[in-house]
């Protein structure tokens, strides 16, 4: 099964995400947190073993108490000892254009999306992890 783990503070946006997936039928499992050092400890501990790493991590660059960018610093040194390749997209408010440079200096970060995520961003990173995002019928819109 693919995983995928979602790093923000905010409950709502944790809440978004995984509404937007169950809704159109994600095979992804998706794990919620709101501190990165979790995350860090996970891809530690587990570096050998592939099925307990996340395919892709989404990343809210600002939150409060913690350096998310200290959070990349660590992860970029992690990304090469890791059984298997794992993605990791920013997911943030922020359009500062300072931000997304600073981003870009990571080769581990693929893309930095604008809050709020669509299904369209979605469907596009599921495909690149070949899943594809299923359209409910037509009881999505009477839930």
Request: net charge positive.
């Amino acid at each position: 099964m693919n995983k995928l783990t979602y790093i923000d503070d905010r409950q709502l946006d944790q809440f978004i995400l995984r509404k937007v997936l169950s809704r159109f039928g994600s095979s992804f499992e998706v794990k919620c947190t709101d501190t990165g050092n979790e995350v860090l400890n996970l891809l530690s501990k587990n570096r050998f073993n592939r099925d307990e790493l996340p395919d892709i991590i989404l990343l809210d660059i600002y939150m409060n108490g913690f350096d998310n960018w200290d959070f990349l610093d660590k992860v970029q040194q992690l990304i090469p000892l890791l059984v298997k390749q794992v993605k990791v997209y920013i997911l943030s408010a922020s359009q500062y254009p300072e931000d997304v440079e600073r981003a870009r200096r990571y080769p581990c970060v693929k893309a930095f999306i604008l809050k709020p995520i669509t299904v369209g961003v979605l469907q596009k990173l599921m495909k690149q992890k070949g899943v594809h995002l299923k359209k409910l019928t037509a009881n999505i819109a009477q839930n």
